[in-house]
C-alpha cells in the first residue's frame, strides 16, 4: 500500500487560498489520488480524486506532477467553515487497496 | 437520495463483550467498507464487502467479522473486546464503478470499560 505524508498543521486566514502538499512516493501506476475532509463527530466527505495533471470541481483543485509522486489539494478563498482535517489517499479503494495517513489539520483564522 | 446511516450513534461496552454495529449504504450502492478511528488518527481499514463477499481486509483480528446483506446494508460484529476496540467505527458506501469516491456515514463511537 502506498504510503503518503501530509503537514500536521496548517493555519491560514479567511479569503486566503490554501495549498496542502501530500507526498506519496511508491505511487503504483494505477493509483488513484482522493482527498477527503473530516470535521468533529463526522465521517469523511469525497472532496476531489485525480490520477494525473489537473483537476477542478466547484469546491477545489487537485494538481498532480508528472511524476505523481506528490499532489497539491488547492481550496479557493478559504472560510471559516473549512477548518477541518484533510486526508490524502492513495490507491484502490477496490478490495481496500488505499490507507487513510493521519491527515493535515487546517485552522481557518478571522 | 438516502445517506448513509449507521446505529447506535454511541455504545458503551464492558470488556469481553460483544458489539454489532449497523450500517445502511447510500442508495444505488453495492459495496460498504468498515473503518476504525481513535482519537486523533485517520480511519484505519477493517474490511470491505462487496454484494455480500467479503472483498479485502486490513490488518485486524479474526474477531472483526462483517455481514452484507442483499439490499447491501451492512453488519460489523467485534468478540471479545478490549480496552483499545474504544473507537469511532465509520461505515461508507461505494458504487464499484467509482470505488475510490466513498460516502461515510456519521459513524458510532464505541466506548469499552
Known amino acids: 500500500l502506498a504510503k503518503t505524508t501530509q503537514p500536521i498543521s496548517m493555519d491560514s486566514y479567511e479569503g486566503q487560498e490554501v495549498n496542502i502538499t501530500c507526498s506519496h512516493n511508491n505511487i503504483a501506476t494505477n493509483d488513484y489520488i482522493t482527498w477527503y475532509q473530516q470535521f468533529p463527530s463526522q465521517g469523511p466527505r469525497f472532496i476531489i480524486q485525480?490520477?494525473?495533471t489537473k483537476v477542478t470541481n466547484e469546491v477545489a483543485s487537485l494538481f498532480i506532477p508528472a511524476d505523481r509522486k506528490s499532489s497539491t489539494l488547492s481550496l479557493p478563498r478559504v472560510s471559516l467553515s473549512d477548518t477541518a482535517v484533510y486526508y490524502c489517499l492513495v490507491g484502490d479503494t477496490n478490495a481496500g487497496k488505499s490507507t487513510f495517513g493521519d491527515g493535515t489539520t487546517l485552522t481557518v483564522k478571522p | 437520495e438516502t445517506g448513509v446511516t449507521q446505529s447506535p450513534t454511541h455504545l458503551i461496552k464492558t470488556r469481553g463483550q460483544q458489539v454489532t454495529l449497523r450500517c445502511s449504504s447510500q442508495s444505488g450502492h453495492n459495496t460498504v467498507s468498515w473503518y476504525q478511528q481513535a482519537l486523533g488518527q485517520g480511519p484505519q481499514f477493517i474490511f470491505q464487502y462487496y454484494r455480500e463477499e467479503e472483498n479485502g481486509r486490513g490488518n485486524f483480528p479474526p474477531r472483526f467479522s462483517g455481514l452484507q446483506f442483499p439490499n447491501y446494508s451492512s453488519e460489523l460484529n467485534v468478540n471479545a473486546l478490549e480496552l483499545d476496540d474504544s473507537a469511532l467505527y465509520l461505515c461508507?458506501?461505494?458504487?464499484?464503478?467509482?470505488?475510490?469516491?466513498?460516502?461515510f456515514g456519521p459513524g458510532t463511537r464505541l466506548t469499552v470499560t
Open positions: 485525480g490520477y494525473k
Open positions: 461508507a458506501s461505494s458504487d464499484s464503478g467509482r470505488a475510490d469516491e466513498q460516502y
